[in-house]
């Protein structure tokens, strides 16, 4: 890990990387909020690694084409991208995610596919809430964690103070498993004051690694730097020790034994595989000109020497297609074949990509497989088992994708031609179908209703939407019936822009955003009567039908019930169930305002029948005059739904968030202590006042609250609030 005699071999750039065997393979996905420089650190890493000849370029068959341009870093920066780099013969899988909130789906996707994590730290930002709480979901797997502190280049950048912040958010009760293993080496101060970082001193080492030439050259200190060094280098080796299996390590050290270095690299390799200590580092791009940059060669080495191979990685739960258990080896290369799809996209030169993690087996080219794919019926997935045949297997180079022969178990690629696979479906054998456990997946909390521009729109929207939702399993579909919408259920506000940029960039739709609707329902409010009288006569069969009825309200729940009272044969039996159709009919198109009439009892007291004008048309048409002639003379109140919200927030930000839920009208139902400085806050909130909940929680907390909801009832609504709404019903009618 920097203090280690290693020779480097570099992939060439150019070259398609593969796997033979799981243990040369790493899986590192890289977490941070936007703006702490993860794609800049990727790219400083695939230069080191020689994946690419200079930054942000590759070599092309003896050409040199962009490795980004600004269209294609705009999409990595929401959406999940794997680099491949190679490191001392050992494959790197480097996963960037968005630091976006909104697209907090790309980043469990990647930390699904990976089996350790780079947590990106900005020096002049500092650690996010959004970024402590998906520390704490690796913590609660496991999930081996190292950090990387950037922008030290900036004028008040302080890494030592960073540190410190680091071990404060991330250490939890023991901040001594959060320590740094190099220390910035800075040269002179500039005419502003400020001393640049040019290099880092390892502490096991006792090395420094000057970067200041673009090459990492290795020197010895000098007598002035020894005692900040030896300081620093003694919390080091405690911290180690302390994680070390061998309990007789830390007697022997503190009774003056002097520890092997090569035994600390060990001890230090083992603790953070297993996730009990977390390094920290310092990393910064490459200059102009150069071709390392500062810390990257560090980096590698912790990721190829001290990040688990796949085998550590737990095996998720796989059943059969039929749900019986079945028990697999984990990363078994001659196992039964089990891949998941962790990302799908369109690529505009070779069409639906599918980025693949393989946990068993090994996938080929034009393989035969099954593609299951269940539990997200609920956002618009349906629940499929199909087979297809695998198209070409290929890695990213840049914008480009680089053709391979094989990916083993543990190993990531990418699949074309996979027609019916989405996000989160498992890829097995033909005839050993299975399916794997889907990772949890954040619910869609942010309504966006839209429609088709124009006609030509509206013919290819289904097919669009299809599309989009089979990439992104964190967005869900909505055909409302009550309101007649298409509702696209988003994480937030950039999600829903980059839906909608995506429906007419990709596939040639173009749609409207339009404000969204609630579904409102009607109920009587005191009890009323009505008559109903369909009589019409002309030229044969006229029409003849009359009926009264009452109406009476039903708590909350009831749905309609419809009640026969007649007496005498005043309506013939036969055309009882006529009128009871049209009060139905009538009812799902409303009495005031046009919303769905619930929770009353409809009763047939009376009415008159002809020999031979009454049928049952005239008897429907009949029951919905009646119903509303008896709207007419009553009270109607509109209904709103109201759902019941659990907010999981930090302390500091429960009176802030309970008193916006009480100017939503929420009614508060309590709060409960939720984990270490967590609370989780219960309410009824109507749903008008929530639809922009999911961004508005976010601002408000800083990021670090969440919060699901649950439809619980239809409740009348404050008689202000209702006129205005019966008033813009009218003007839209």
């Known amino acids: 890990m920097g203090d280690k005699a290693q020779t480097h071999h570099p992939g060439a ?14 899986n590192v996905v890289l977490v941070g909020h936007t703006g702490s420089g993860k794609t800049t650190l990727v790219e400083a890493l695939a230069l ?8 942000g370029r590759v070599e092309d068959g003896g050409t040199v084409s962009d490795y980004d341009d600004i269209e294609h870093r705009q999409q990595r920066s929401v959406q999940l991208s794997l680099v491949p780099v190679e490191w001392d013969g050992i494959k ?30 900005s020096a002049s930002d500092g650690v996010d809430g959004s970024t402590r709480m ?8 496991g999930m081996p964690r190292a950090i990387v502190i950037t922008h030290l280049e900036a004028a008040r950048a302080n890494f030592e103070e960073m540190t410190r912040i680091c071990a404060e958010a991330f250490g939890g009760d023991d901040p001594d498993a959060v320590l740094p293993l190099y220390l910035p080496l800075r040269g002179p101060e500039g005419p502003d004051g400020h001393a640049p970082v040019t290099g880092l001193v390892g502490l096991l080492s006792r090395k420094l690694y000057d970067y200041s030439t673009g090459e990492r050259k290795e020197s010895e200190p000098g007598e002035d730097q020894l005692p900040g060094i030896e300081e620093a280098r003694d919390r080091l080796i405690e911290g180690i020790i302390a994680e070390s299996e061998d309990e007789t390590l830390m007697d022997r050290y503190l009774g003056g034994e002097q520890v092997d270095v090569k035994t600390l690299v060990q001890d230090l390799e083992r603790a953070v595989a297993r996730g009990s200590f977390h390094p920290v580092l310092a990393a910064a791009p490459a200059a102009e000109g150069a071709r390392q940059g500062l810390g990257t060669v560090e980096l590698l080495e912790l990721v190829t020497g001290g990040f688990p191979t796949p085998f550590e990685h737990p095996m998720p739960q796989v059943t059969t297609i039929d749900g019986r258990p079945r028990e697999l080896k984990p990363c078994d290369t001659d196992g039964p074949l089990v891949a998941e799809v962790v990302r799908t996209s369109s690529d505009p030169y070779v069409g639906r990509l599918s980025l693949v993690r393989v946990f068993s087996g090994t996938l080929r080219p034009d393989q035969p497989v099954h593609v299951s794919g269940h539990g997200l019926a609920d956002r618009g997935h349906e629940d499929h088992d199909v087979d297809e045949k695998v198209g070409t297997l290929s890695m990213p180079f840049g914008k480009q994708q680089r053709p391979v022969t094989h990916a083993v178990a543990g190993d990531l690629v990418c699949v074309a031609k996979l027609g019916r696979a989405e996000t989160g479906d498992t890829l097995s054998a033909k005839d050993d179908p299975l399916l794997m456990e889907p990772w949890q997946m954040p619910d869609p909390l942010l309504p966006v209703a839209i429609r088709a521009h124009s006609k030509a729109d509206e013919d290819k929207l289904s097919q669009g939407l299809a599309r989009l939702v089979a990439e992104d399993p964190t967005m869900r579909l909505e055909q409302n019936q009550d309101t007649h919408q298409v509702v696209l259920w988003c994480l937030g506000e950039a999600h829903a822009d980059v839906a909608v940029e995506r429906l007419r960039s ?9 404000p969204h609707k609630v579904s409102l329902r009607e109920t009587f409010a005191t009890r009323a009567t009505g008559r109903g009288r369909h009589v019409k006569q002309s030229g044969g069969h006229g029409q003849y039908a009359i009926c009264e009825i009452e109406v009476e309200p039903l708590p909350g729940g009831s749905g309609i019930e419809f009640v026969d009272k007649v007496v005498g044969g005043a309506v013939p039996r036969q055309f009882v169930p006529s009128v009871e159709k049209g009060v139905r009919a009538q009812a799902a198109k409303g009495v005031a305002a046009g919303y769905p009439l619930i929770d009353v009892r409809v009763t047939l007291l009376d009415g008159k029948a002809h020999s031979v004008d009454s049928s049952d048309a005239a008897f429907q048409t009949a029951g919905a005059l009646a119903l509303r002639e008896a709207a007419a003379d009553a009270r109607i109140h509109l209904l709103e739904p109201v759902a019941e919200v659990s907010v999981l927030v930090g302390d500091a930000y429960v009176g802030a968030v309970m008193s916006d839920l009480s100017s939503r009208r929420g009614r508060l139902l309590g709060t409960e202590q939720a984990g270490s400085g967590r609370t989780l806050i219960r309410a009824e909130v109507p749903e008008f006042e929530i639809g922009r909940y999911a961004v508005d929680l976010r601002s408000l907390s800083h990021g670090t609250a969440r919060f699901d909801r649950a439809y619980a009832r239809h409740e009348p609504m404050p008689p202000q609030i209702a006129e205005r709404v019966r008033a813009q019903a009218g003007d839209e009618g």
């Open 13 to 26: 750039a150019g070259r398609a990387l593969t796997a033979d065997r799981p243990t040369s393979v790493r």
């Open 48 to 55: 080191t690694a020689g994946a690419v000849n200079r930054a």
């Open 92 to 121: 790197v899988n480097l996963l960037d995610t968005p630091g976006y909130a909104d697209f907090v789906g790309e980043l469990r996707a990647g930390l699904r596919a990976a089996d350790a994590a780079l947590f990106v730290v």
């Open 134 to 141: 998906v520390w704490e979901e690796c913590a609660a797997v």
């Open 506 to 514: 990709r596939y040639g739709v173009q749609v409207d955003v339009v």
